[in-house]
C-alpha cells in the first residue's frame, strides 16, 4: 500500500533538515501510529505525504500502491487515495460546507474518470454520515469551519474522509484539543471506516488515542528517523516512560 | 497664478467640449434646468486627471470630443436577468426602442419617457431633475453627472406608488461601436411603496448616466445591475439617493470587463431609522478599470449604512475606491460600515483605496476597513488536499471573497443569476 525509502526532507526556506531518512511499510488495512516528541518530524511527514508546499525531497521515495507520489500535485494526491486530516483544520469564509464536500467529491470522480456523484445521491450519502457524526445540518451549510468548535472541526476533518473514501488516511494529532467525549466520537468515526482495506497512519502524542484506534504497529520518531517499532505495547511504554528512556536506549545502541 | 491658470484652461477645455453640443428641447422650466446645468458646468469644469477626486481614474477619454470605438461583444449565451419577471424597457445606444419594451404601465407604477416628462408639467418631476445632481456638487464637484443633466437625451421617469410585483428592467444594448450615450433616470418611491430596479448591458462605447432615486418615508428601493461584457466600452455613473424615515435603500453592483467604470453613488440619509446599503462585485483582467466612489451622509438618527465593494484583479488590471461617510452633528446612534478589498490574481494588479469617516455627532458607531491581498494559501492547500484542482479551487476561492457583497443582493433568485454571471467570468477566464 505504502511505502517510504528513506526519505531526506529540508525545508524549502532555510537549510534546515527536517527528516534524515524516514523507512515505513504500511500493509492495506493496517493502522499504524506515530508517536514522538516534539519537533521529530511528524507533522513534517504527514505535510510531505499530502503535498504541502514548503518542503524540499532530497533523497527517497514515497510508493502509494507502487507509484512515487512525490511526483504529483497535491489534488493527484488525494485522487490517488491519500487522504489527510488536518490537525489545525482550515477556515474558509464564504464557501459552504456541503459546496466544498461536493465539489472535492465530484473533483476525485471527475480526476478518476468516474461519473459525478448526483445532487440527490450526494445529499442522501452526507446526510447518513453526517448522522452518525452527530454533524447536524446546520453545520453543514455554515461556511467550512468558521465558527466551528475544536471538535466540531476534527469532527469536519473525518466527515470529509469519510465521503471521500480514501484507501490511506493520515491523521494529524486529531486527538489534540479534544475532550474525552468527542475524542471518542471521532474515533469511532474512524473505526467505522475500518473496512480491512483502508489503511491509517495516526499521529499522535499520547497513548490514549490509540485506546480508541487500536494500531497494529507504533513507530517512534525522534530527530527525523523512526528510531524504534513495535507492537500496541510501546505505546503503553512511552505513556508510562515517556521518550527519555527510548532516547537513552537508541543513543547507546 | 500657476492655479488660476490651470483652471482656465480646464475651463477653456470644457468651453470647447461643449461646443459642437445644443440642450435638448423641451418645456420651459425644463430648458431653463438645463440652462442652470449648462451654466454650472462652464463654471466649474470638467475633472482633469490633476483633480484630487480623479487622481486614480484618467477622465481624459470620457472628455474627449468622440468617444473611442468600442468592439460590440456578441455573448452567446442569454443576458443576465432573462430568467426573472420584469418590465423591460430597452435601451439601444441610449435611445429608447418602445418595440423592443414592454408597454409602460403596471400596478402602482407610473412611467414615462424623460423626454415626454420634460416637455409636460408633472409638479413632482419638475421638484425632482437635476436637484440632487446639483445639491450633491457640495462638499465634492460631480461634473460628469452635471453634464448628463444639461445633455441628458433619454431616460425613464418612474414614480412608484405601492408595491410594484415585477423588478423594472432597463436594459442598455450596444449596437454602434462610436455610440455616446447621456442618459438620465428619475425615480420616485412614495411613502410605503417598494420598487425594484435592474440594469444590465454595456450602454454604449461612452456611457453618461444619471439616476436621481427619492425613497421617501416606509419606502423600500432595490437596485440590482450588472456591467458587463464589452470590454472597450467606458462608463462614468452616478446614483443619487434621498432617504426618508424607516426607509430602505439597497443597490449592488456587478462589473465584469471594462476599460474604464467610474460608478459614483452619493446618497443623503435624511430621515430617522432608514437603512442605505451600496455594495459592488467586480472583476476583470488586462486594461480593467474599476472605480467605485461613494459618499453617504447620515443626516438623521439611528440610521445604518454599509458599503461593501470587491474587487478581483488579475493581469495588471486596476480598482479603485474612494469611499466615505459623513456623520452630521445631531446624527446620533449612526451605525456606518465600510468595506472595501481587493483581491490581486497576480502581482502586476493594482488596488487603491482611500476610505474617509467625518464624523460630527458624539454616540455613533463607524468602523471602515479596506485590505487587499493574494489568495490564501492555507485554504488553497486544503482545497487541493482534498483532491480540487488548484484553478477550480482559486475560483472557488475567489467566489467566497466576493459573498459577502453578492449577500447585500436581497431577491434570492437575482443574486442566484449574478453569481452564475460571476462563475461563468470565472470559468471562461481559465479556459481561455
Same mark, same amino acid.
Given at each position: 500500500m505504502l511505502e517510504i525509502k528513506n526519505l531526506h526532507v529540508k525545508l524549502e526556506e532555510e537549510d534546515k533538515q527536517i527528516l534524515k531518512g524516514v523507512d515505513l511499510k504500511v500493509g492495506e488495512g493496517e493502522v499504524h501510529a506515530i508517536m514522538g516528541p516534539n519537533g521529530s518530524g511528524k507533522s513534517t511527514t504527514s505535510y510531505v505525504l499530502s503535498g504541502r508546499d514548503g518542503y524540499e525531497v532530497t533523497e527517497g521515495e514515497v510508493l502509494l500502491d507502487g507509484e512515487n507520489i512525490l511526483e504529483l500535485e497535491p489534488e493527484e494526491r488525494a485522487a490517488a487515495g491519500l487522504f489527510l486530516a488536518f490537525q489545525y483544520p482550515v477556515e474558509i469564509p464564504g464557501v459552504g460546507n456541503m459546496t466544498f464536500l461536493r465539489t472535492a467529491v465530484n473533483a476525485q470522480r471527475k480526476a478518476r474518470g468516474e461519473e459525478e456523484l448526483s445532487a440527490t445521491d450526494f445529499l442522501k450519502e452526507i446526510r447518513a454520515k453526517a448522522k452518525s457524526l452527530q454533524i447536524d445540518a446546520e453545520m453543514l451549510k455554515r461556511p467550512v469551519n468558521v465558527g466551528f468548535s475544536g471538535g466540531e472541526k476534527k469532527r469536519n476533518e473525518i466527515l470529509q474522509m469519510a465521503m471521500l473514501e480514501p484507501k490511506l488516511c493520515i491523521l494529524d494529532e486529531t486527538d489534540s484539543g479534544l475532550d474525552v467525549d468527542a475524542m471518542k466520537l471521532v474515533s469511532e468515526g474512524v473505526n467505522a471506516l475500518r473496512d480491512g482495506k483502508r489503511s491509517f497512519i495516526v499521529i499522535t502524542h499520547y497513548q490514549r488515542l490509540l485506546d480508541h484506534i487500536k494500531p497494529d504497529v507504533v513507530h517512534i520518531m525522534s530527530n527525523g528517523r523512526i528510531i524504534k517499532s513495535g507492537g500496541p505495547e510501546l505505546a503503553l511504554e512511552v505513556e508510562n516512560n515517556g521518550y527519555a528512556d527510548l532516547l537513552a536506549e537508541v543513543e547507546q545502541a | 497664478?500657476?492655479?488660476?491658470?490651470?483652471?482656465?484652461?480646464?475651463?477653456?477645455?470644457?468651453?470647447?467640449?461643449?461646443?459642437?453640443?445644443?440642450?435638448?428641447?423641451?418645456?420651459?422650466?425644463?430648458?431653463?434646468?438645463?440652462?442652470?446645468?449648462?451654466?454650472?458646468?462652464?463654471?466649474?469644469?470638467?475633472?482633469?486627471?490633476?483633480?484630487?477626486?480623479?487622481?486614480?481614474?484618467?477622465?481624459?477619454?470620457?472628455?474627449?470630443?468622440?468617444?473611442?470605438?468600442?468592439?460590440?461583444?456578441?455573448?452567446?449565451?442569454?443576458?443576465?436577468?432573462?430568467?426573472?419577471?420584469?418590465?423591460?424597457?430597452?435601451?439601444?445606444?441610449?435611445?429608447?426602442?418602445?418595440?423592443?419594451?414592454? &408597454?409602460?404601465?403596471?400596478?402602482?407604477?407610473?412611467?414615462?419617457?424623460?423626454?415626454?416628462?420634460?416637455?409636460?408639467?408633472?409638479?413632482?418631476?419638475?421638484?425632482?431633475?437635476?436637484?440632487?445632481?446639483?445639491?450633491?456638487?457640495?462638499?465634492?464637484?460631480?461634473?460628469?453627472?452635471?453634464?448628463?443633466?444639461?445633455?441628458?437625451?433619454?431616460?425613464?421617469?418612474?414614480?412608484?406608488?405601492?408595491?410594484? &410585483?415585477?423588478?423594472?428592467?432597463?436594459?442598455?444594448?450596444?449596437?454602434?461601436?462610436?455610440?455616446?450615450?447621456?442618459?438620465?433616470?428619475?425615480? =420616485?418611491?412614495?411613502?410605503?411603496?417598494?420598487?425594484?430596479?435592474?440594469?444590465?448591458?454595456?450602454?454604449?462605447?461612452?456611457?453618461?448616466?444619471?439616476?436621481?432615486?427619492?425613497?421617501?418615508?416606509?419606502?423600500?428601493?432595490?437596485?440590482?445591475?450588472?456591467?458587463? =461584457?464589452?470590454?472597450?466600452?467606458?462608463?462614468?455613473?452616478?446614483?443619487?439617493?434621498?432617504?426618508?424615515?424607516?426607509?430602505?435603500?439597497?443597490?449592488?453592483?456587478?462589473?465584469?470587463?471594462?476599460?474604464?467604470?467610474?460608478?459614483?453613488?452619493?446618497?443623503?440619509?435624511?430621515?430617522?431609522?432608514?437603512?442605505?446599503?451600496?455594495?459592488?462585485?467586480?472583476?476583470?483582467?488586462?486594461?480593467?478599470?474599476?472605480?467605485?466612489?461613494?459618499?453617504?451622509?447620515?443626516?438623521?438618527?439611528?440610521?445604518?449604512?454599509?458599503?461593501?465593494?470587491?474587487?478581483?484583479? =488579475?493581469?495588471?488590471?486596476?480598482?479603485?475606491?474612494?469611499?466615505?461617510?459623513?456623520?452630521?452633528?445631531?446624527?446620533?446612534?449612526?451605525?456606518?460600515?465600510?468595506?472595501?478589498?481587493?483581491?490581486?490574481?497576480?502581482?502586476?494588479?493594482?488596488?487603491?483605496?482611500?476610505?474617509?469617516?467625518?464624523?460630527?455627532?458624539?454616540?455613533?458607531?463607524?468602523?471602515?476597513?479596506?485590505?487587499?491581498?493574494?489568495?490564501?494559501?492555507?485554504?488553497?492547500?486544503?482545497?487541493?488536499?482534498?483532491?480540487?484542482?488548484?484553478?477550480?479551487a482559486t475560483d472557488l476561492l475567489t467566489l467566497a471573497f466576493l459573498a459577502e457583497a453578492i449577500e447585500e443582493i436581497e431577491d434570492e433568485a437575482i443574486a442566484e443569476d449574478i453569481l452564475h454571471r460571476l462563475e461563468g467570468w470565472l470559468t471562461r477566464r481559465r479556459a481561455g
Open positions: - | 497664478m500657476k492655479r488660476a491658470e490651470l483652471k482656465q484652461r480646464k475651463l477653456d477645455a470644457t468651453s470647447a467640449r461643449v461646443e459642437g453640443m445644443t440642450l435638448p428641447a423641451g418645456a420651459a422650466w425644463a430648458e431653463a434646468l438645463r440652462q442652470d446645468a449648462l451654466s454650472r458646468l462652464l463654471a466649474m469644469g470638467l475633472p482633469q486627471g490633476r483633480d484630487e477626486y480623479w487622481r486614480w481614474t484618467r477622465p481624459d477619454t470620457l472628455n474627449a470630443d468622440a468617444p473611442k470605438p468600442a468592439t460590440v461583444f456578441d455573448a452567446k449565451e442569454a443576458p443576465v436577468f432573462s430568467g426573472i419577471d420584469r418590465l423591460k424597457i430597452v435601451f439601444v445606444d441610449g435611445v429608447f426602442d418602445a418595440e423592443a419594451s414592454d &408597454a409602460l404601465d403596471g400596478e402602482n407604477l407610473e412611467i414615462m419617457r424623460l423626454s415626454d416628462a420634460l416637455s409636460a408639467d408633472i409638479h413632482w418631476v419638475k421638484d425632482a431633475y437635476g436637484v440632487q445632481e446639483k445639491k450633491a456638487q457640495d462638499p465634492v464637484e460631480r461634473p460628469f453627472a452635471t453634464l448628463n443633466t444639461a445633455f441628458a437625451t433619454d431616460g425613464v421617469v418612474i414614480r412608484a406608488t405601492g408595491k410594484v &410585483a415585477k423588478p423594472v428592467s432597463l436594459i442598455y444594448l450596444h449596437r454602434n461601436e462610436t455610440s455616446d450615450a447621456i442618459l438620465h433616470h428619475v425615480i =420616485r418611491v412614495e411613502e410605503g411603496a417598494d420598487l425594484t430596479v435592474l440594469e444590465n448591458g454595456p450602454a454604449a462605447a461612452r456611457f453618461n448616466k444619471v439616476m436621481e432615486v427619492e425613497v421617501s418615508d416606509k419606502a423600500a428601493f432595490h437596485h440590482v445591475r450588472a456591467q458587463g =461584457r464589452d470590454h472597450e466600452r467606458r462608463a462614468v455613473t452616478h446614483v443619487f439617493a434621498t432617504i426618508g424615515q424607516e426607509a430602505l435603500f439597497k443597490s449592488f453592483t456587478m462589473t465584469a470587463n471594462g476599460v474604464l467604470t467610474r460608478n459614483e453613488v452619493v446618497l443623503d440619509i435624511q430621515g430617522d431609522d432608514s437603512m442605505a446599503h451600496v455594495a459592488g462585485a467586480a472583476l476583470g483582467d488586462g486594461d480593467f478599470h474599476h472605480d467605485d466612489t461613494v459618499f453617504i451622509t447620515h443626516d438623521a438618527e439611528r440610521c445604518e449604512s454599509r458599503q461593501v465593494f470587491k474587487k478581483v484583479l =488579475r493581469n495588471g488590471a486596476k480598482g479603485v475606491f474612494q469611499g466615505k461617510i459623513l456623520v452630521k452633528a445631531g446624527a446620533q446612534k449612526t451605525d456606518g460600515y465600510q468595506i472595501s478589498q481587493g483581491l490581486l490574481l497576480d502581482g502586476d494588479s493594482q488596488f487603491l483605496a482611500k476610505p474617509e469617516l467625518e464624523i460630527y455627532a458624539d454616540d455613533v458607531a463607524c468602523s471602515h476597513g479596506s485590505t487587499v491581498g493574494a489568495i490564501d494559501d492555507e485554504a488553497l492547500f486544503y482545497l487541493r488536499s482534498r483532491g480540487v484542482p488548484t484553478a477550480e
